[in-house]
Protein backbone atom coordinates (compact mmCIF):
# COMPACT_ATOMS: atom_id res chain seq x y z
CA UNK A 1 0.00 0.00 0.00
CA UNK A 2 2.84 2.43 1.00
CA UNK A 3 4.77 1.82 -2.26
CA UNK A 4 1.54 2.53 -4.31
CA UNK A 5 1.53 5.81 -2.40
CA UNK A 6 5.03 6.28 -3.07
CA UNK A 7 3.97 4.96 -6.86
CA UNK A 8 1.56 7.84 -7.53
CA UNK A 9 3.07 11.09 -5.86
CA UNK A 10 6.02 10.19 -8.18
CA UNK A 11 3.49 9.80 -11.29
CA UNK A 12 2.40 12.93 -10.23
CA UNK A 13 5.17 14.79 -9.72
CA UNK A 14 6.70 13.62 -13.23
CA UNK A 15 3.72 14.61 -14.33
CA UNK A 16 3.75 18.49 -12.80
CA UNK A 17 7.35 18.07 -14.27
CA UNK A 18 6.51 17.16 -17.73
CA UNK A 19 3.74 19.86 -18.01
CA UNK A 20 6.10 22.85 -16.18
CA UNK A 21 8.48 22.32 -19.11
CA UNK A 22 6.42 22.15 -21.82
CA UNK A 23 4.51 25.17 -20.61
CA UNK A 24 7.92 26.74 -20.23
CA UNK A 25 8.94 25.61 -23.42
CA UNK A 26 5.82 26.73 -25.47
CA UNK A 27 6.20 30.85 -22.99
CA UNK A 28 10.04 31.01 -24.31
CA UNK A 29 9.72 29.79 -27.88
CA UNK A 30 5.69 30.74 -28.33
CA UNK A 31 4.33 33.04 -25.87
CA UNK A 32 6.98 34.90 -25.18
CA UNK A 33 8.22 36.19 -28.59
CA UNK A 34 4.38 36.63 -29.26
CA UNK A 35 3.73 38.92 -26.27
CA UNK A 36 7.17 40.87 -26.69
CA UNK A 37 6.02 41.20 -30.94
CA UNK A 38 2.48 42.72 -30.03
CA UNK A 39 3.19 44.63 -27.14
CA UNK A 40 5.99 46.57 -29.41
CA UNK A 41 3.65 46.63 -31.86
CA UNK A 42 0.77 47.66 -29.80
CA UNK A 43 2.40 50.47 -28.73
CA UNK A 44 3.49 51.80 -31.88
CA UNK A 45 0.06 51.51 -33.70
CA UNK A 46 -1.98 52.74 -30.77
CA UNK A 47 0.54 56.35 -30.88
CA UNK A 48 0.47 56.20 -34.73
CA UNK A 49 4.15 54.95 -34.64
CA UNK A 50 5.04 58.02 -32.91
CA UNK A 51 6.52 55.90 -29.75
CA UNK A 52 8.66 53.03 -29.72
CA UNK A 53 9.31 50.76 -26.55
CA UNK A 54 12.46 48.63 -25.56
CA UNK A 55 12.93 46.44 -22.52
CA UNK A 56 15.81 43.59 -21.90
CA UNK A 57 13.18 40.63 -20.42
CA UNK A 58 9.73 39.96 -19.49
CA UNK A 59 8.70 37.29 -17.27
CA UNK A 60 5.16 35.32 -16.75
CA UNK A 61 3.74 33.55 -13.85
CA UNK A 62 -0.06 32.75 -15.44
CA UNK A 63 -1.25 31.13 -12.41
CA UNK A 64 -0.90 34.28 -10.25
CA UNK A 65 -1.89 36.86 -13.34
CA UNK A 66 1.82 38.55 -13.00
CA UNK A 67 4.23 39.43 -15.31
CA UNK A 68 7.60 42.04 -14.76
CA UNK A 69 9.40 43.78 -18.02
CA UNK A 70 12.93 45.09 -17.06
CA UNK A 71 15.15 47.24 -18.26
CA UNK A 72 12.30 49.57 -20.22
CA UNK A 73 13.10 52.64 -22.71
CA UNK A 74 9.61 54.11 -24.38
CA UNK A 75 10.63 57.00 -26.20
CA UNK A 76 9.39 58.74 -29.31
CA UNK A 77 10.90 58.31 -32.87
CA UNK A 78 11.69 62.35 -33.91
CA UNK A 79 11.08 61.43 -37.54
CA UNK A 80 7.73 60.57 -37.15
CA UNK A 81 7.47 63.32 -35.06
CA UNK A 82 8.40 66.32 -37.37
CA UNK A 83 6.46 64.22 -40.22
CA UNK A 84 3.06 65.02 -37.81
CA UNK A 85 4.09 68.70 -36.79
CA UNK A 86 4.12 68.86 -40.77
CA UNK A 87 0.56 67.28 -40.79
CA UNK A 88 -0.65 69.42 -37.53
CA UNK A 89 -1.04 66.40 -36.02
CA UNK A 90 1.57 66.55 -33.27
CA UNK A 91 1.00 66.36 -29.79
CA UNK A 92 1.73 69.84 -27.49
CA UNK A 93 4.08 66.98 -25.00
CA UNK A 94 7.02 64.18 -26.13
CA UNK A 95 7.45 62.14 -23.31
CA UNK A 96 10.36 59.91 -22.78
CA UNK A 97 10.65 57.08 -20.01
CA UNK A 98 12.81 55.09 -18.48
CA UNK A 99 12.93 52.13 -15.48
CA UNK A 100 14.70 49.36 -14.06
CA UNK A 101 11.25 47.23 -13.55
CA UNK A 102 7.34 47.16 -14.52
CA UNK A 103 5.23 44.99 -12.39
CA UNK A 104 1.93 43.92 -13.93
CA UNK A 105 -0.29 42.68 -11.19
CA UNK A 106 -3.63 40.30 -12.16
CA UNK A 107 -4.10 40.27 -15.63
CA UNK A 108 -6.54 37.55 -15.66
CA UNK A 109 -5.06 35.43 -18.58
CA UNK A 110 -7.87 33.08 -18.93
CA UNK A 111 -10.41 36.47 -19.33
CA UNK A 112 -8.25 37.09 -21.99
CA UNK A 113 -8.58 34.42 -24.03
CA UNK A 114 -12.11 33.49 -22.99
CA UNK A 115 -13.96 36.85 -23.08
CA UNK A 116 -11.70 38.43 -25.08
CA UNK A 117 -11.37 41.11 -22.18
CA UNK A 118 -7.81 42.30 -20.66
CA UNK A 119 -8.23 43.61 -17.39
CA UNK A 120 -5.32 44.07 -14.87
CA UNK A 121 -5.69 45.46 -11.48
CA UNK A 122 -2.40 47.26 -11.24
CA UNK A 123 0.83 48.28 -13.47
CA UNK A 124 3.64 49.66 -11.42
CA UNK A 125 6.34 51.53 -12.60
CA UNK A 126 9.42 51.66 -10.58
CA UNK A 127 11.49 54.90 -9.68
CA UNK A 128 10.66 55.77 -13.04
CA UNK A 129 12.60 58.55 -15.39
CA UNK A 130 10.09 60.64 -16.95
CA UNK A 131 10.71 63.52 -19.24
CA UNK A 132 8.40 65.60 -20.60
CA UNK A 133 8.94 68.12 -23.37
CA UNK A 134 6.62 70.70 -23.72
CA UNK A 135 6.18 72.55 -27.61
CA UNK A 136 3.05 74.47 -27.91
CA UNK A 137 1.48 74.24 -31.64
CA UNK A 138 -1.94 76.31 -32.79
CA UNK A 139 -3.52 73.40 -34.17
CA UNK A 140 -3.94 71.94 -31.02
CA UNK A 141 -5.55 75.03 -29.45
CA UNK A 142 -9.01 73.93 -27.96
CA UNK A 143 -8.78 70.25 -28.24
CA UNK A 144 -10.91 67.90 -25.84
CA UNK A 145 -8.43 66.13 -23.23
CA UNK A 146 -9.36 62.80 -25.33
CA UNK A 147 -7.09 61.14 -28.19
CA UNK A 148 -7.28 62.46 -31.78
CA UNK A 149 -8.36 58.92 -32.56
CA UNK A 150 -9.08 56.02 -30.31
CA UNK A 151 -6.81 53.52 -29.81
CA UNK A 152 -9.80 51.39 -29.38
CA UNK A 153 -9.04 50.77 -33.23
CA UNK A 154 -5.59 48.97 -32.65
CA UNK A 155 -6.94 46.57 -30.13
CA UNK A 156 -10.35 45.73 -31.38
CA UNK A 157 -9.20 42.73 -33.18
CA UNK A 158 -7.24 40.99 -29.64
CA UNK A 159 -9.75 42.62 -27.06
CA UNK A 160 -13.37 43.86 -26.86
CA UNK A 161 -11.60 45.91 -24.06
CA UNK A 162 -8.71 46.90 -22.06
CA UNK A 163 -9.04 47.68 -18.33
CA UNK A 164 -6.05 49.10 -15.85
CA UNK A 165 -7.32 49.74 -12.30
CA UNK A 166 -4.29 51.31 -11.31
CA UNK A 167 -1.50 52.40 -13.20
CA UNK A 168 1.07 53.43 -10.10
CA UNK A 169 4.31 56.12 -10.68
CA UNK A 170 6.45 55.56 -7.55
CA UNK A 171 9.00 58.24 -6.52
CA UNK A 172 9.81 59.37 -10.19
CA UNK A 173 11.91 61.71 -11.32
CA UNK A 174 10.61 63.50 -13.62
CA UNK A 175 12.42 66.66 -15.65
CA UNK A 176 9.87 69.13 -17.36
CA UNK A 177 11.92 71.34 -20.47
CA UNK A 178 9.47 74.41 -21.77
CA UNK A 179 10.20 74.84 -25.86
CA UNK A 180 7.76 77.98 -26.26
CA UNK A 181 11.19 80.16 -26.17
CA UNK A 182 14.23 81.32 -27.18
CA UNK A 183 15.95 79.63 -24.41
CA UNK A 184 14.76 76.53 -23.43
CA UNK A 185 13.68 76.35 -18.98
CA UNK A 186 14.27 73.07 -17.66
CA UNK A 187 12.78 72.16 -14.29
CA UNK A 188 12.92 69.07 -12.26
CA UNK A 189 11.07 67.24 -9.34
CA UNK A 190 12.01 64.09 -7.39
CA UNK A 191 10.24 61.51 -5.40
CA UNK A 192 6.73 62.12 -7.23
CA UNK A 193 4.16 59.84 -7.14
CA UNK A 194 1.52 59.44 -9.44
CA UNK A 195 -1.71 56.96 -9.67
CA UNK A 196 -3.97 56.90 -12.67
CA UNK A 197 -6.75 55.20 -11.83
CA UNK A 198 -9.48 52.83 -14.32
CA UNK A 199 -7.64 53.47 -17.56
CA UNK A 200 -9.99 51.85 -19.94
CA UNK A 201 -9.76 51.38 -23.84
CA UNK A 202 -13.20 49.82 -25.47
CA UNK A 203 -15.85 51.17 -28.23
CA UNK A 204 -17.24 54.24 -26.20
CA UNK A 205 -14.21 54.93 -23.68
CA UNK A 206 -12.92 57.90 -25.64
CA UNK A 207 -16.27 59.62 -26.21
CA UNK A 208 -16.25 59.54 -21.90
CA UNK A 209 -16.57 63.18 -21.19
CA UNK A 210 -15.97 61.99 -17.09
CA UNK A 211 -12.33 60.60 -18.60
CA UNK A 212 -9.79 62.44 -19.12
CA UNK A 213 -7.02 60.97 -21.36
CA UNK A 214 -8.72 58.47 -20.96
CA UNK A 215 -8.84 57.70 -16.95
CA UNK A 216 -11.23 58.27 -14.43
CA UNK A 217 -9.10 59.68 -11.34
CA UNK A 218 -5.44 61.36 -10.95
CA UNK A 219 -4.19 61.55 -7.46
CA UNK A 220 -0.67 63.03 -7.38
CA UNK A 221 1.65 63.16 -4.30
CA UNK A 222 4.81 65.00 -3.55
CA UNK A 223 6.44 64.91 0.42
CA UNK A 224 9.41 66.69 0.94
CA UNK A 225 9.99 68.90 -1.54
CA UNK A 226 12.73 71.26 -1.56
CA UNK A 227 14.35 74.02 -4.66
CA UNK A 228 16.57 76.07 -5.16
CA UNK A 229 16.05 79.15 -6.30
CA UNK A 230 17.99 80.11 -9.61
CA UNK A 231 19.16 83.20 -7.67
CA UNK A 232 20.95 81.30 -5.05
CA UNK A 233 19.10 83.03 -2.30
CA UNK A 234 15.97 81.44 -1.71
CA UNK A 235 14.86 77.77 -0.83
CA UNK A 236 11.23 76.96 -1.77
CA UNK A 237 10.10 73.91 0.56
CA UNK A 238 6.86 72.30 0.37
CA UNK A 239 6.23 69.53 2.96
CA UNK A 240 3.48 67.81 1.28
CA UNK A 241 1.46 68.46 -1.76
CA UNK A 242 -1.70 66.04 -3.29
CA UNK A 243 -4.01 66.21 -5.74
CA UNK A 244 -7.07 64.74 -6.81
CA UNK A 245 -8.46 65.20 -9.79
CA UNK A 246 -12.53 63.77 -9.63
CA UNK A 247 -12.23 66.49 -6.86
CA UNK A 248 -10.40 68.82 -8.32
CA UNK A 249 -7.52 69.88 -5.90
CA UNK A 250 -4.88 70.65 -4.96
CA UNK A 251 -3.65 70.92 -1.33
CA UNK A 252 -0.14 71.84 0.04
CA UNK A 253 0.81 71.71 3.59
CA UNK A 254 3.25 74.07 5.12
CA UNK A 255 4.92 76.06 2.08
CA UNK A 256 8.27 78.34 2.90
CA UNK A 257 10.18 80.26 1.36
CA UNK A 258 13.66 80.43 3.30
CA UNK A 259 16.07 82.82 2.22
CA UNK A 260 19.66 81.38 2.30
CA UNK A 261 21.35 84.36 4.13
CA UNK A 262 20.44 87.41 6.50
CA UNK A 263 19.16 90.59 5.03
CA UNK A 264 22.53 91.54 6.17
CA UNK A 265 24.44 89.14 3.70
CA UNK A 266 21.88 90.09 0.98
CA UNK A 267 23.62 93.51 0.69
CA UNK A 268 26.51 91.97 0.94
CA UNK A 269 26.30 90.29 -1.94
CA UNK A 270 24.40 92.23 -4.30
CA UNK A 271 25.94 95.52 -3.10
CA UNK A 272 22.64 97.00 -2.17
CA UNK A 273 19.73 97.03 -0.25
CA UNK A 274 17.55 94.28 -0.74
CA UNK A 275 14.25 92.73 0.18
CA UNK A 276 14.71 89.50 2.68
CA UNK A 277 11.89 88.09 2.24
CA UNK A 278 10.45 84.76 4.69
CA UNK A 279 7.16 83.17 3.98
CA UNK A 280 5.49 80.26 6.13
CA UNK A 281 1.85 79.25 4.71
CA UNK A 282 0.45 76.06 6.74
CA UNK A 283 -2.58 75.59 4.13
CA UNK A 284 -2.80 76.19 0.93
CA UNK A 285 -5.75 75.14 -1.39
CA UNK A 286 -6.46 75.43 -5.11
CA UNK A 287 -10.09 74.27 -6.10
CA UNK A 288 -11.32 73.93 -9.86
CA UNK A 289 -8.18 72.91 -11.35
CA UNK A 290 -7.71 72.80 -14.88
CA UNK A 291 -5.80 69.42 -15.41
CA UNK A 292 -5.91 69.53 -19.12
CA UNK A 293 -5.06 73.21 -19.59
CA UNK A 294 -1.97 72.51 -17.40
CA UNK A 295 -0.74 69.64 -19.48
CA UNK A 296 -1.74 70.80 -22.82
CA UNK A 297 -0.85 74.17 -22.15
CA UNK A 298 0.79 74.74 -19.14
CA UNK A 299 -1.67 77.72 -18.55
CA UNK A 300 -2.88 77.58 -14.63
CA UNK A 301 -6.24 77.64 -14.47
CA UNK A 302 -8.38 77.17 -11.26
CA UNK A 303 -11.50 78.34 -9.75
CA UNK A 304 -10.69 79.42 -6.05
CA UNK A 305 -7.55 79.46 -3.99
CA UNK A 306 -7.23 79.49 -0.43
CA UNK A 307 -3.75 80.48 1.71
CA UNK A 308 -4.77 80.15 5.23
CA UNK A 309 -2.51 80.29 8.61
CA UNK A 310 0.96 81.91 7.51
CA UNK A 311 3.14 84.64 7.40
CA UNK A 312 5.03 86.76 5.53
CA UNK A 313 7.78 88.85 6.94
CA UNK A 314 10.11 91.37 4.72
CA UNK A 315 13.60 93.00 5.71
CA UNK A 316 15.76 95.48 4.40
CA UNK A 317 18.72 96.77 5.73
CA UNK A 318 19.20 100.49 4.66
CA UNK A 319 23.23 100.62 5.44
CA UNK A 320 24.03 99.98 1.89
CA UNK A 321 22.91 101.76 -1.10
CA UNK A 322 19.43 101.51 -2.33
CA UNK A 323 19.63 100.33 -5.85
CA UNK A 324 18.36 103.04 -8.74
CA UNK A 325 16.64 101.45 -11.00
CA UNK A 326 13.16 102.69 -13.38
CA UNK A 327 10.40 100.74 -12.06
CA UNK A 328 7.84 101.91 -14.66
CA UNK A 329 5.75 99.54 -15.73
CA UNK A 330 5.73 97.16 -12.28
CA UNK A 331 2.39 97.53 -10.39
CA UNK A 332 1.27 94.00 -9.37
CA UNK A 333 -0.96 94.16 -12.09
CA UNK A 334 1.28 95.01 -15.25
CA UNK A 335 3.86 91.98 -13.62
CA UNK A 336 0.94 89.62 -14.19
CA UNK A 337 0.56 90.57 -17.68
CA UNK A 338 4.29 90.17 -17.96
CA UNK A 339 4.50 86.81 -16.83
CA UNK A 340 4.78 83.79 -19.53
CA UNK A 341 2.72 81.18 -18.04
CA UNK A 342 -0.73 82.01 -18.28
CA UNK A 343 -2.87 82.25 -15.28
CA UNK A 344 -7.05 82.59 -14.48
CA UNK A 345 -8.19 82.61 -11.14
CA UNK A 346 -11.84 83.17 -10.10
CA UNK A 347 -11.02 84.11 -6.74
CA UNK A 348 -8.30 84.10 -4.03
CA UNK A 349 -9.14 83.89 -0.55
CA UNK A 350 -6.93 85.12 2.07
CA UNK A 351 -7.53 83.65 5.98
CA UNK A 352 -5.43 84.19 9.32
CA UNK A 353 -2.11 85.91 7.12
CA UNK A 354 0.05 87.85 9.54
CA UNK A 355 2.36 90.36 7.62
CA UNK A 356 5.09 92.63 9.02
CA UNK A 357 8.60 94.50 7.28
CA UNK A 358 11.38 95.60 8.89
CA UNK A 359 14.16 97.93 8.35
CA UNK A 360 17.78 98.41 9.63
CA UNK A 361 18.52 102.32 9.70
CA UNK A 362 22.12 103.13 9.86
CA UNK A 363 21.14 106.80 11.19
CA UNK A 364 19.47 105.37 14.10
CA UNK A 365 21.43 102.50 14.41
CA UNK A 366 18.37 100.76 15.19
CA UNK A 367 15.21 98.25 13.66
CA UNK A 368 12.19 99.53 12.95
CA UNK A 369 8.82 97.20 12.27
CA UNK A 370 5.30 97.74 11.28
CA UNK A 371 2.75 94.64 11.25
CA UNK A 372 -0.76 94.02 9.68
CA UNK A 373 -1.91 91.08 11.68
CA UNK A 374 -4.73 88.67 11.25
CA UNK A 375 -4.99 89.50 7.61
CA UNK A 376 -7.54 88.39 5.63
CA UNK A 377 -9.11 88.97 2.05
CA UNK A 378 -10.67 88.04 -1.20
CA UNK A 379 -8.88 88.67 -4.87
CA UNK A 380 -10.44 88.63 -7.31
CA UNK A 381 -10.19 87.96 -11.69
CA UNK A 382 -6.33 87.30 -10.94
CA UNK A 383 -4.51 86.32 -13.88
CA UNK A 384 -3.28 87.70 -17.50
CA UNK A 385 -5.85 85.22 -19.71
CA UNK A 386 -8.69 88.42 -20.18
CA UNK A 387 -6.96 91.70 -19.63
CA UNK A 388 -10.80 93.60 -19.91
CA UNK A 389 -11.19 92.07 -16.54
CA UNK A 390 -10.90 94.07 -13.69
CA UNK A 391 -8.56 93.11 -10.99
CA UNK A 392 -9.96 93.38 -7.53
CA UNK A 393 -8.29 93.36 -3.93
CA UNK A 394 -10.31 93.29 -0.76
CA UNK A 395 -8.31 93.10 2.31
CA UNK A 396 -8.76 93.65 6.21
CA UNK A 397 -6.62 94.00 8.55
CA UNK A 398 -5.43 95.10 12.18
CA UNK A 399 -2.27 97.43 12.30
CA UNK A 400 0.14 96.84 15.10
CA UNK A 401 -2.17 93.95 16.56
CA UNK A 402 -4.61 97.07 16.76
CA UNK A 403 -6.38 99.65 14.19
CA UNK A 404 -8.80 97.56 12.23
CA UNK A 405 -7.93 98.64 8.27
CA UNK A 406 -9.34 98.02 5.60
CA UNK A 407 -8.36 98.51 1.82
CA UNK A 408 -9.95 97.67 -1.58
CA UNK A 409 -8.03 97.94 -4.92
CA UNK A 410 -9.35 97.76 -8.33
CA UNK A 411 -6.65 97.06 -10.77
CA UNK A 412 -7.29 98.28 -14.64
CA UNK A 413 -4.83 95.43 -16.40
CA UNK A 414 -6.11 96.89 -19.80
CA UNK A 415 -4.65 100.61 -19.42
CA UNK A 416 -1.10 100.94 -20.65
CA UNK A 417 -0.30 103.59 -17.65
CA UNK A 418 -1.09 100.61 -15.31
CA UNK A 419 -4.19 102.77 -13.81
CA UNK A 420 -5.48 101.66 -10.13
CA UNK A 421 -7.93 103.00 -7.51
CA UNK A 422 -8.20 102.04 -3.85
CA UNK A 423 -9.90 102.87 -0.77
CA UNK A 424 -9.78 102.63 2.77
CA UNK A 425 -10.21 103.48 6.47
CA UNK A 426 -7.94 102.97 9.41
CA UNK A 427 -9.95 103.12 13.07
CA UNK A 428 -9.28 103.33 16.85
CA UNK A 429 -5.33 102.88 16.94
CA UNK A 430 -3.20 104.42 19.50
CA UNK A 431 -0.53 106.69 17.95
CA UNK A 432 1.95 105.07 20.58
CA UNK A 433 1.99 101.85 18.97
CA UNK A 434 3.47 103.52 15.61
CA UNK A 435 6.82 104.12 17.84
CA UNK A 436 8.03 101.14 16.96
CA UNK A 437 8.38 102.02 13.52
CA UNK A 438 8.80 106.16 13.65
CA UNK A 439 11.85 106.31 16.24
CA UNK A 440 14.22 103.81 14.68
CA UNK A 441 13.29 104.43 10.53
CA UNK A 442 11.85 108.75 11.03
CA UNK A 443 13.58 109.61 14.84
CA UNK A 444 10.20 110.73 15.73
CA UNK A 445 8.54 109.76 18.98
CA UNK A 446 4.63 110.33 19.12
CA UNK A 447 4.14 111.35 22.98
CA UNK A 448 0.42 110.97 22.31
CA UNK A 449 -2.43 110.44 19.58
CA UNK A 450 -5.64 108.89 19.55
CA UNK A 451 -6.24 108.07 15.65
CA UNK A 452 -10.12 107.51 15.53
CA UNK A 453 -10.07 107.90 11.32
CA UNK A 454 -7.90 107.84 8.34
CA UNK A 455 -10.17 107.57 5.41
CA UNK A 456 -8.81 107.75 1.84
CA UNK A 457 -10.30 107.38 -2.10
CA UNK A 458 -7.42 107.67 -4.50
CA UNK A 459 -7.18 107.45 -7.92
CA UNK A 460 -3.13 106.66 -9.70
CA UNK A 461 -1.42 105.68 -12.26
CA UNK A 462 2.26 105.17 -12.99
CA UNK A 463 2.24 108.79 -13.17
CA UNK A 464 0.23 110.68 -10.24
CA UNK A 465 -2.36 109.91 -7.52
CA UNK A 466 -5.03 112.08 -7.24
CA UNK A 467 -7.99 111.78 -4.00
CA UNK A 468 -8.99 112.66 -0.78
CA UNK A 469 -7.41 111.72 2.67
CA UNK A 470 -9.24 112.42 5.60
CA UNK A 471 -7.40 112.50 8.95
CA UNK A 472 -9.33 112.49 12.57
CA UNK A 473 -7.14 112.72 15.53
CA UNK A 474 -7.43 113.99 19.20
CA UNK A 475 -4.45 115.08 21.25
CA UNK A 476 -1.10 114.53 19.12
CA UNK A 477 1.82 115.77 20.43
CA UNK A 478 5.42 114.63 19.36
CA UNK A 479 9.14 114.32 20.07
CA UNK A 480 11.76 114.92 17.86
CA UNK A 481 15.27 112.29 18.32
CA UNK A 482 18.55 112.30 17.15
CA UNK A 483 21.73 109.42 17.55
CA UNK A 484 24.54 111.25 19.80
CA UNK A 485 27.76 109.19 18.97
CA UNK A 486 29.00 106.90 21.86
CA UNK A 487 24.89 106.51 23.38
CA UNK A 488 23.05 103.46 22.29
CA UNK A 489 19.67 105.39 22.54
CA UNK A 490 17.97 108.15 20.41
CA UNK A 491 18.37 111.58 22.18
CA UNK A 492 15.12 114.23 22.81
CA UNK A 493 15.66 116.96 20.75
CA UNK A 494 13.59 119.35 23.20
CA UNK A 495 13.66 122.79 21.49
CA UNK A 496 12.56 121.56 18.00
CA UNK A 497 10.01 119.39 19.81
CA UNK A 498 8.65 122.17 20.94
CA UNK A 499 8.65 124.15 17.66
CA UNK A 500 6.76 120.95 16.47
CA UNK A 501 4.25 120.89 18.91
CA UNK A 502 3.99 124.76 19.48
CA UNK A 503 4.23 126.34 15.74
CA UNK A 504 3.59 123.26 13.50
CA UNK A 505 1.24 120.18 14.07
CA UNK A 506 -2.38 120.96 14.78
CA UNK A 507 -2.75 118.76 18.02
CA UNK A 508 -6.80 117.93 17.06
CA UNK A 509 -8.22 117.42 14.22
CA UNK A 510 -11.23 118.53 13.62
CA UNK A 511 -9.91 121.33 16.41
CA UNK A 512 -11.17 122.75 19.40
CA UNK A 513 -13.03 125.77 17.55
CA UNK A 514 -14.97 122.39 15.12
CA UNK A 515 -12.56 123.36 12.14
CA UNK A 516 -11.80 120.49 10.33
CA UNK A 517 -8.65 119.97 7.77
CA UNK A 518 -9.54 117.55 4.77
CA UNK A 519 -6.17 117.15 2.44
CA UNK A 520 -6.73 116.65 -1.06
CA UNK A 521 -3.40 114.29 -2.75
CA UNK A 522 -2.22 115.25 -5.85
CA UNK A 523 1.24 113.69 -5.74
CA UNK A 524 3.53 112.62 -8.69
CA UNK A 525 5.09 109.40 -8.69
CA UNK A 526 9.10 109.54 -8.84
CA UNK A 527 10.07 107.01 -11.66
CA UNK A 528 12.08 104.40 -9.02
CA UNK A 529 9.24 103.60 -7.02
CA UNK A 530 7.70 100.82 -6.26
CA UNK A 531 4.42 99.99 -6.16
CA UNK A 532 3.68 100.20 -2.38
CA UNK A 533 6.26 102.90 -1.56
CA UNK A 534 4.09 105.13 -4.56
CA UNK A 535 0.92 104.11 -2.05
CA UNK A 536 2.67 105.21 0.66
CA UNK A 537 3.88 108.68 -0.10
CA UNK A 538 0.87 109.70 -1.52
CA UNK A 539 -1.09 108.78 1.98
CA UNK A 540 2.16 110.57 3.47
CA UNK A 541 1.64 113.42 1.68
CA UNK A 542 -2.22 113.96 3.30
CA UNK A 543 -0.99 112.69 6.99
CA UNK A 544 1.39 116.08 6.40
CA UNK A 545 -1.28 118.21 5.30
CA UNK A 546 -3.62 116.92 7.85
CA UNK A 547 -1.61 117.44 10.60
CA UNK A 548 -0.76 121.04 9.45
CA UNK A 549 2.73 120.21 7.90
CA UNK A 550 2.00 123.09 5.29
CA UNK A 551 4.34 124.06 2.50
CA UNK A 552 4.56 127.77 4.40
CA UNK A 553 5.14 125.74 7.72
CA UNK A 554 7.60 124.31 6.64
CA UNK A 555 9.84 127.03 5.70
CA UNK A 556 8.33 128.38 8.97
CA UNK A 557 10.69 125.65 10.39
CA UNK A 558 13.36 125.56 8.33
CA UNK A 559 13.46 129.29 9.32
CA UNK A 560 13.41 128.67 13.14
CA UNK A 561 15.89 126.19 12.71
CA UNK A 562 18.35 128.50 10.87
CA UNK A 563 17.43 131.23 13.47
CA UNK A 564 18.47 128.23 16.30
CA UNK A 565 21.15 127.58 14.66
CA UNK A 566 22.43 130.80 14.52
CA UNK A 567 21.66 131.80 18.27
CA UNK A 568 23.46 128.27 19.31
CA UNK A 569 26.74 129.20 17.16
CA UNK A 570 26.86 133.37 18.53
CA UNK A 571 26.83 131.16 22.03
CA UNK A 572 29.15 128.99 20.92
CA UNK A 573 31.44 131.80 20.11
CA UNK A 574 30.44 134.33 23.60
CA UNK A 575 31.76 130.98 25.42
CA UNK A 576 34.78 131.39 23.46
CA UNK A 577 34.95 134.64 24.00
CA UNK A 578 34.63 134.10 27.83
CA UNK A 579 37.20 131.86 27.52
CA UNK A 580 39.96 133.80 25.97
CA UNK A 581 39.00 137.13 28.07
CA UNK A 582 39.64 134.71 31.15
CA UNK A 583 42.64 133.34 30.11
CA UNK A 584 44.13 137.04 29.32
CA UNK A 585 43.13 138.28 32.79
CA UNK A 586 45.06 135.33 34.36
CA UNK A 587 47.96 135.66 32.39
CA UNK A 588 48.22 139.76 33.51
CA UNK A 589 47.03 138.70 36.81
CA UNK A 590 50.65 136.08 36.77
CA UNK A 591 52.65 139.09 35.47
CA UNK A 592 51.61 141.39 37.78
CA UNK A 593 52.69 138.91 40.62
Known amino acids: MFRNKRYVIFIALLVCLVIAGIATYVYTQRIKPLVEGELKAFIQKSTQNLYQVTFQDISFNLWTGSAQLTNIRFYPDTSVYNQQIL ?14 KLSIDRFRPWSMYFKKEAKIKRLTFEQPQIHMVNKQ ?38 QYTDRNSETEQVDSLNNLNVTLTDWLIDAHSAKDTSRIYLVKDVKINLDNYQYATP ?32 AFEFGTRSGFAKDHFLINLNDLLIHGIDLHAYISKQHFIAQRVEILDGRVHVQNDNRFPKKIQDRTGRFPHQLLQQLSTKIKVDSIQLQNIDVSYAEFDRDSQQA ?11 LKHVGNLDPNQVMEAQIETYVMGQGKMWVNFQFNRFDPKGGFNYQGKLTNLDGKTLNQITKPLGMLQINRAQINEL ?26 LKKEVGKERLVRQGWLSFL ?7 GDNPNVEGQYTQAKINYKRETTASFFNFIWKSLFQGVKH ?3 LTLAKELEIQRQIARFEKLKENREERKENREERKIKREIRKSKRQ
Do not use: C, M, W
Open 546 to 548: SVG
Open 87 to 100: NETAPNNLYYIQLE
Open 500 to 506: ANNLVIN
Open 231 to 262: DSLYFIKVNQLDFHLKAGKVHIKKFNLEPRYS
Open 368 to 378: GKVSFENTKGL
Open 137 to 174: FAFNENLPPKPRKSPYAYISKFFKSLQIQEIVFKQARV
Open 455 to 480: AFDITANSDRALGTLDFRYKDLSVAL
